[in-house]
């Protein structure tokens, strides 16, 4: 199947510092990807859907100006937490949808800790 | 109301058992269900899509009734691997196509 790969899988920062995320599809082209987050116990919440060349859509209550996403190419989106605090400790996952496909393959998540 | 309900569990159940899992949709225009399993601490994966004439993989069985706007999964002759979080998925009417997730019930298949 398809593979979708992240980097890094488990960060560990300094509250006020920016993290990055990437989110790769190395085997396919994706129109769209998608960045979640999940609390322990609780189900993957979507944050915001991001399309290849153009402003990532936001989920109501996802601050944009926090989370920065770019999907420049068709291969590549990344998640920047700006400023990040201890609350914002969470597991990211990203996942890939091709072109004509319903079809969304996850990265394997990133684990951020914010102390 | 949740857009995707599941019964959080736990189930567990010994080996060789049957288990189902339901889960209820409240969007009735929703178009594409799946259910995906997650592993503690992994991605969700997809396990299988959900058609509306039911449909079968080895030993898992998915359901959809439109009209009580219910998906179901069965398991049988459960295995050890089986254990996981089990993840119902619709994909509501719209043009965005996003998943939806059910918050999951959580399997354990005991030896």
């Known amino acids: 199947g398809a593979v979708v790969s992240q980097h890094p899988s488990r960060v560990i920062c300094k509250s006020g510092t920016s993290v990055k995320i990437e989110c790769r599809s190395l085997?396919?082209?994706?129109?769209?990807m998608f960045w979640y987050r999940q609390f322990p116990k609780q189900s993957l919440m979507l944050m915001a859907t991001?399309?290849?060349?153009?402003?990532?859509?936001?989920e109501q209550g996802v601050e944009k100006d926090k989370f920065l996403i770019n999907h420049a190419s068709l291969t590549l989106s990344t998640l920047t937490v700006t400023s990040a605090h201890p609350e914002d400790s969470s597991f990211y996952i990203c996942?890939?949808?091709?072109?004509?496909?319903?079809?969304?393959?996850f990265g394997p998540g990133t684990r951020l800790t914010v102390l | 109301r949740k857009e995707v309900e599941q019964d959080p569990g736990p189930f567990n159940v010994p080996e060789g058992a049957t288990v189902a899992f339901n889960c209820t949709y409240s969007?009735?225009?929703?178009?594409?269900f799946f259910w995906y399993r997650q592993d503690c601490r992994k991605e969700p994966k997809l396990l299988m899509s959900?058609?509306?004439s039911g449909n079968e993989d080895g030993r898992f069985t998915a359901q959809l009734n439109r009209a009580s706007q219910y998906i179901s999964l069965l398991i049988r002759d459960s295995k050890l691997s089986d254990s996981a979080t089990y993840l119902c998925?619709?994909?509501?009417?719209?043009?965005?196509?996003?998943?939806?997730f059910g918050s999951g019930t959580q399997l354990t298949v005991l030896p």
């Open positions: 959900v058609y509306s």
């Open positions: 996942s890939a949808r091709g072109v004509g496909t319903d079809t969304q393959y």
């Open positions: 085997d396919f082209q994706a129109t769209t």
């Open positions: 991001s399309n290849e060349g153009s402003k990532a859509t936001y």
């Open positions: 969007n009735s225009a929703s178009q594409s």
């Open positions: 998925v619709v994909i509501p009417s719209g043009s965005a196509r996003q998943l939806t």
